[in-house]
Nanobody, 125 residues
Framework: QVQLVESGGGLVQAGGSLRLSCAAS????????MGWFRQASGKEREFVAA????????YYSDAVKGRFAGTRDNAKNAVYLQMNSLLPEDTAVYFC??????????????????WGRGTQVTVAS
């Protein structure tokens, strides 16, 4: 089993920045990708970013491309999401996920088998 714990959420003014962290723990890390998803109130969970666990591949949604950047630190079993130029529409609960998605599943929640509990990000206008 793998446990994922997110941190770093909070309240920020529009245009500001936040850095989310996701720490993984457990017996083995046999996943290929770590993903970031978000879910705004009353909306479905949506893809934000995916980071390769053993390579430098990164993928972003069009909504965050150029503003968000995902990185990983294998020594710390952690991934990070640097969020810059935040907009009010970025307000959501952000979830960390891990799994072995096929390329067609990279951007959908069903491609990931492990999930954290989420951290709230609120961007004030």
């Amino acid at each position: 089993q793998v446990q994922l714990v997110e941190s770093g959420g909070g309240l920020v003014q529009a245009g500001g920045s936040l850095r989310l962290s996701c720490a993984a723990s457990g017996r083995s890390f046999d996943f290929f990708y770590m993903g970031w998803f978000r879910q705004a109130s009353g909306k479905e969970r949506e893809f934000v970013a995916a980071i390769g666990w053993s390579d430098d591949s990164t993928y972003y949604s069009d909504a965050v491309k150029g503003r968000f950047a995902g990185t990983r630190d294998n020594a710390k079993n952690a991934v990070y999401l640097q969020m810059n130029s935040l907009l009010p529409e970025d307000t959501a609960v952000y979830f960390c996920a891990a799994g072995r998605p096929f390329s067609s599943e990279l951007r959908v929640p069903g491609g990931y088998g492990y999930w954290g509990r989420g951290t709230q990000v609120t961007v004030a206008s």
